[in-house]
């Protein structure tokens, strides 16, 4: 049975600018699912394509070349991924110990295997001179990029951000492990990227206040970002959601001070070293759906700072300090005004039992526990 090697199908299913046709084979699946990446059966199709020893099979090609790191490394990463090229593919194995932040400017593939790690030595914030984060890879102003299967480590016991996404588009994140990071994922302006099944256990230390701003998922700026299937849990704002457009589904957060924020984000606060910046829009036309947030020390799922038209329908809840769900009034529980929520739509649908507090304007609630705001006043 004849097999296309891995890099082109990986360029096939990431690269949908490229027209050029493909021929069908007994051995490949259908072109259509490799360029749209809109489903979750695109999704899996791609992990059982990675999983059943292609890489192994594998060979470079006119898109690029293909690099493995195996064993023990020290500040290898970078050469690796320059040399391996547009559309090329680094294969890690092993343990790999980067000092500084490895950079990606052009489309990329890289792939973990066998547990592989990478042990970063960025700082967090406060420990840095100049008040930048930074991250053990930042992607950064270049489309489709894919990032899967790495167990990202810190050096210290607490490090900066695990992966930046900088006006990257169609950014791909899968199967990755971030533990004792500030920030698991930030994205600023990456329009259309996936964030599939990724496991992140911040650094504590947002939790008992040593350090500030820790976030499992930040969403700064982009538009229809997909945060899918993720495990995040010891952050202070487990998914902190702006912009417009996004889903988050089949996601759990658990063990945070809040689970999930519909939120905005102040502007020159996010510093980067392109600059400092803040959220374009609130979150708006969100979509949260069968999510289950739960043991969290406030509320399972926040709507807050001027978020609407958002919809969130058949989220779980259970165990959360506060409530399951709460829709904020003009409020200043952070130290500074956020505006009311407005006009988005919550359904219980199938949880019946999950509790909600609705204290914005033109708001819709169907379903659930609602909570009496003349005994439990707005704040």
């Not at 360029?11 to 699912?33: L, W």
């Not at 090609?61 to 290898?76: C, D, P, S, V, Y």
């Not at 969130?312 to 130290?335: K, P």
């Not at 379903?367 to 005994?375: D, E, F, K, T």
């Amino acid at each position: 049975m004849r097999k296309y090697s891995l890099l082109f199908l990986l360029f096939i299913f990431i690269a949908a600018c490229q027209k050029e046709a493909v021929k069908p084979t007994e051995a490949t699946v259908n072109e259509s699912q490799f360029l749209s990446l809109e489903t979750e059966a695109d999704l899996e199709k791609f992990e059982a394509f990675l999983e059943n020893n292609e890489i192994a099979n594998s060979r470079g090609n006119q898109f690029g070349k293909k690099i493995i790191l195996e064993g023990e490394t020290h500040n290898a990463l970078q050469k690796a991924i320059n040399d391996a090229g547009r559309f090329g593919l680094v294969v890690l194995k092993g343990t790999h110990h980067e000092e500084t932040t490895v950079k990606i400017e052009y489309p990329v593939y890289i792939l973990g295997q066998n547990g592989a790690k990478i042990i970063s030595a960025v700082k967090v914030q406060e420990e840095t001179t100049d008040g930048i984060l930074r991250a053990a890879i930042h992607v950064n102003g270049v489309r489709r990029v894919t990032i899967w299967g790495v167990d990202f480590q810190t050096k210290t016991d607490v490090g900066g951000i695990a992966v930046l996404i900088e006006d990257s588009p169609r950014t791909v994140l899968s199967k990755n492990k971030m533990t004792n990071y500030q920030i698991g994922v930030a994205v600023e302006q990456g329009d259309d990227a996936i964030i599939w099944k990724n496991e992140i256990a911040t650094t504590t230390k947002g939790l008992t206040g040593e350090v500030f701003e820790v976030y499992g998922i930040l969403v700064v700026n982009g538009d229809r970002v997909r945060i899918l299937k993720n495990k995040i849990t010891n952050a202070f704002f487990g998914m902190w959601m702006c912009d417009k457009g996004g889903v988050s589904m089949h996601n759990e957060t658990y063990g945070n001070f809040i689970g999930q924020l519909l939120c905005n984000y102040v502007p020159d606060v996010f510093f980067l070293e392109s600059g400092a910046t803040g959220s374009e829009e609130a979150a708006n036309k969100w979509i949260l759906r069968d999510n289950y947030s739960h043991d969290n020390f406030d509320a399972g799922y926040l709507v807050i700072d001027d978020a609407n038209n958002n919809i969130l329908i058949d989220n779980q809840g259970g165990n959360n300090a506060t409530y399951d769900i709460e829709l904020a009034t003009d409020s200043y529980r952070f130290g500074f005004l956020t505006p009311k929520s407005f006009e988005n739509k919550v359904n219980a649908g199938k949880y019946p039992n999950v509790t909600i507090k609705d204290c914005g304007e033109n708001n819709v609630v169907r379903g659930g526990v609602r909570i009496n705001i003349g005994l439990d006043p707005c704040l």
